[in-house]
């Protein structure tokens, strides 16, 4: 399984389009790399695949070897700096041009995300984040499957279970002391969770808690609730302006007990620096 050298899996989720799913998980991405952590991206965002051009490694292609992909090295590491090593696999990289449109079905969508999961071959890695489209359908599905699959203990244990979420998703589980031992735990602690993304609007977080939703079902632990976009900065006077209001976020992360991690604002000068960068 080419998951077996990953030590934390964090899934990027929302129910609504547009919150910047992808803008986050590469500003977390670039951020555990500064923090000296080897960082995956696996975007399986299938009819919307732009974390290659978030990267600025559009042009970059996929290797293949025996028995997988090997994922495209953005940056490597620099122990000098203190930087980690930061790679990326995409269906962007597999497609002739940028307009490609992407008309699957269920089922070969299904195919695609199971096979990025099982057949990229990554180097050890700290963190893998994994950019998803909106939504809870047949990607998220196989998704979430497959990653609890991997996730069970050899004992074949309940798929919940060994994520440890026996409080439906919002809590920290229990100690490992059934057999396995420190193996089974070291899995079950694999799939840390899901970052669940939103922006302040109620017409987005009425879509959100179905995601949240989707995570208590489905045994998905929640670390979070991020508020995208929370007001807009004037590049000339700094002041903070909530032109999609403000507080959404948190109320929901508050409805459902879980974590508000924080507010991310609209910063013109912040955006035009990672436009002509990439960074």
């Given amino acids: 399984m080419s998951l077996d050298r990953v030590k934390h899996i964090v899934l990027i989720l929302s129910g609504k389009g547009g919150v910047g799913k992808s803008s986050v998980t590469t500003q977390l991405a670039l951020s555990l790399c500064l923090s000296n952590h080897s960082v995956g991206i696996l975007d399986i965002d299938l009819t919307g695949p732009n974390i290659p051009r978030f990267l600025s490694v559009e042009d970059r292609k996929v290797t293949q070897a025996p028995g997988g992909w090997i994922p495209v090295l953005v940056h490597p590491s620099n122990e000098e700096l203190g930087i980690g090593s930061l790679r990326c696999m995409s269906l962007g990289f597999l497609l002739r041009d940028r307009g490609d449109a992407v008309v699957w079905r269920g089922p070969k969508k299904t195919a695609m995300v199971r096979q990025f999961l099982t057949d990229v071959l990554w180097d050890e890695l700290d963190y893998l984040l994994i950019d998803t489209p909106p939504g809870t359908s047949d990607e998220h599905i196989s998704l979430v499957e497959t990653l609890l ?72 632990n929640i670390l979070g609730v991020l508020e995208n976009m929370s007001g807009f900065i004037c590049p000339n006077c700094s002041e903070c302006t909530n032109i999609f209001s403000s507080g959404g976020g948190n109320l929901m992360a508050g409805d459902f007990g879980v974590r508000f991690l924080g507010s991310i604002p609209l910063d013109p000068i912040e955006s035009f620096t990672f436009g002509i960068t990439g960074v």
């Fill in 149 to 220: 699959k991997v996730a069970s203990g050899p004992s074949g244990a309940d798929p919940r279970e060994a994520v440890a979420l026996g409080d439906g998703g919002r809590g920290s589980g229990e100690e490992d002391g059934g057999p396995g031992g420190a193996q089974e735990g070291e899995r079950r602690g694999q799939l840390a969770g899901a970052v669940v993304v939103t922006t302040p609007q109620a017409i987005s977080t009425a879509d959100v808690r179905k995601e949240l939703n989707f995570c208590i079902k489905t045994g998905i």
